[in-house]
């Protein structure tokens, strides 16, 4: 379905960009109106991609590719990212450390947390608040961390486990409005709200009907109007609660056409512009196949989904004031 509606909320599927140049894609940041930066990595090659144009459909132009002269595959494993007015902050599992850079993509300086017990251990989900606080899913210890940009430790809360307050390798991180973060507990299937002193508020996603659950969620965004969105890993969708977190709709994915990359990839191959006309349906193509990552941009009602096997970003639009046609027959 291009249009999915569900207790007042329509979502309307805009476009997808991505192709072979989002091999690897892992996570992404909106940092203006028409661009955002993505994560990228693989077996051979691992960075960050500037792309400018996303908010317009076959728009989209690579503008700034790069990584520091470290980030060697079998060292560094980027994995997600967050901006503030003028730079880039990147996670990397192997080096566990967070990687800074300035939106021309030159590398400024790693961050590592400085005069404390804590450590860095397979950093994860990454958000910057408005007073250049740095909140981290710190998913090997199981905990969440709030930084200085100085890598001063000012707070950590967690512990490995699945009690209520507990996590299991937390990964995807965001701020609310009302001044709260909400993680995604990935390996217990759930989210969980904290306030930014770390006070447990609300657990949601382990419970109730099997469209309502989730499977190992990677992530986690908020838009607002208070709706959460989770990338629901495993079970290859998109799941969207609202602030109570009681179960709104679940989007699978409606990408029923190429991306510009992708065209220009299958029209350049004969091989694969053959082998596409044989397949006895494309259906598959539609749906999302393990989503890592939901960015909602406030700016422009839009949901962004990082569609991770299939190297894409598949967009949708929240609709306000939609009416259902009346057909009279």
Same mark, same amino acid.
């Not at 390996?187 to 006070?199: D, E, I, P, S």
């Not at 508020?201 to 208070?226: K, M």
């Given at each position: 379905?291009?249009?999915?509606?569900?207790?007042?909320?329509?979502?309307?599927?805009?476009?997808?960009?991505?192709?072979?140049?989002?091999?690897?894609?892992?996570?992404?940041?909106?940092?203006?109106?028409?661009?955002?930066?993505?994560?990228?990595?693989?077996?051979?090659?691992?960075?960050?991609?500037?792309?400018?144009?996303?908010?317009?459909?076959?728009?989209?132009?690579?503008?700034?590719?790069?990584?520091?002269?470290?980030?060697?595959?079998?060292?560094?494993?980027?994995?997600?990212?967050?901006?503030?007015?003028?730079?880039?902050?990147?996670?990397?599992?192997?080096?566990?450390?967070?990687?800074?850079?300035?939106?021309?993509?030159?590398?400024?300086?790693?961050?590592?947390?400085?005069?404390?017990?804590?450590?860095?251990?397979?950093?994860?989900?990454?958000?910057?608040?408005?007073?250049?606080?740095?909140?981290?899913?710190?998913?090997?210890?199981?905990?969440?961390?709030?930084?200085?940009?100085?890598?001063?430790?000012?707070?950590? #809360?967690?512990?490995?486990?699945?009690?209520?307050?507990?996590?299991?390798?937390? #990964?995807?991180?965001?701020?609310?409005?009302?001044?709260?973060?909400?993680?995604?507990?990935?390996?217990?299937?759930?989210?969980?709200?904290?306030?930014?002193?770390?006070?447990?508020?609300?657990?949601?996603?382990?419970?109730?009907?099997?469209?309502?659950?989730?499977?190992?969620?990677?992530?986690?965004?908020?838009?607002?109007?208070?709706?959460?969105?989770?990338?629901? #890993?495993?079970?290859?969708?998109?799941?969207?609660?609202?602030?109570?977190?009681?179960?709104?709709?679940?989007?699978?994915?409606?990408?029923?056409?190429?991306?510009?990359?992708?065209?220009?990839?299958?029209?350049?191959?004969?091989?694969?512009?053959?082998?596409?006309?044989?397949?006895?349906?494309?259906?598959?193509?539609?749906?999302?196949?393990?989503?890592?990552?939901?960015?909602?941009?406030?700016?422009?009602?839009?949901?962004?989904?990082?569609?991770?096997?299939? #190297?894409?970003?598949?967009?949708?639009?929240?609709?306000?004031?939609?009416?259902?046609?009346?057909?009279?027959?």
């Amino acid at each position: 379905m291009l249009t999915i509606s569900s207790k007042g909320r329509v979502f309307d599927y805009s476009h997808v960009i991505g192709g072979r140049a989002f091999r690897g894609i892992t996570y992404i940041t909106k940092v203006n109106n028409d661009s955002l930066f993505a994560v990228y990595r693989d077996a051979y090659n691992s960075g960050i991609l500037c792309v400018e144009g996303v908010d317009r459909a076959n728009a989209e132009e690579m503008s700034t590719k790069f990584a520091p002269i470290n980030m060697d595959p079998t060292q560094s494993w980027p994995t997600c990212i967050t901006a503030s007015d003028s730079h880039v902050f990147v996670t990397d599992e192997l080096q566990n450390q967070i990687n800074v850079f300035d939106f021309s993509g030159n590398f400024v300086e790693e961050i590592k947390i400085h005069g404390e017990k804590t450590y860095l251990n397979k950093p994860s989900g990454i958000v910057i608040d408005d007073s250049n606080h740095l909140f981290i899913s710190n998913t090997g210890n199981h905990e969440i961390l709030k930084l200085n940009l100085n890598g001063t430790l000012d707070l950590k #809360w967690g512990s490995e486990g699945n009690k209520e307050k507990e996590l299991d390798s937390p #990964w995807g991180i965001c701020l609310t409005y009302d001044e709260c973060v909400l993680v995604s507990d990935h390996l217990n299937n759930r989210v969980h709200k904290f306030t930014m002193n770390g006070v447990h508020l609300l657990t949601f996603g382990e419970s109730g009907l099997p469209n309502e659950r989730l499977n190992h969620p990677a992530d986690v965004s908020i838009d607002q109007d208070g709706d959460i969105y989770v990338a629901d #890993w495993v079970n290859n969708r998109v799941q969207v609660y609202d602030q109570s977190g009681s179960y709104i709709l679940s989007l699978y994915g409606s990408a029923n056409g190429l991306s510009k990359w992708q065209k220009q990839y299958v029209n350049g191959n004969p091989d694969v512009y053959k082998a596409r006309r044989r397949v006895a349906s494309l259906e598959q193509e539609i749906f999302f196949t393990l989503p890592t990552c939901v960015e909602y941009d406030d700016v422009n009602d839009r949901l962004f989904v990082v569609d991770s096997q299939r #190297w894409r970003i598949q967009i949708f639009d929240k609709i306000r004031n939609y009416s259902q046609p009346q057909f009279n027959i």
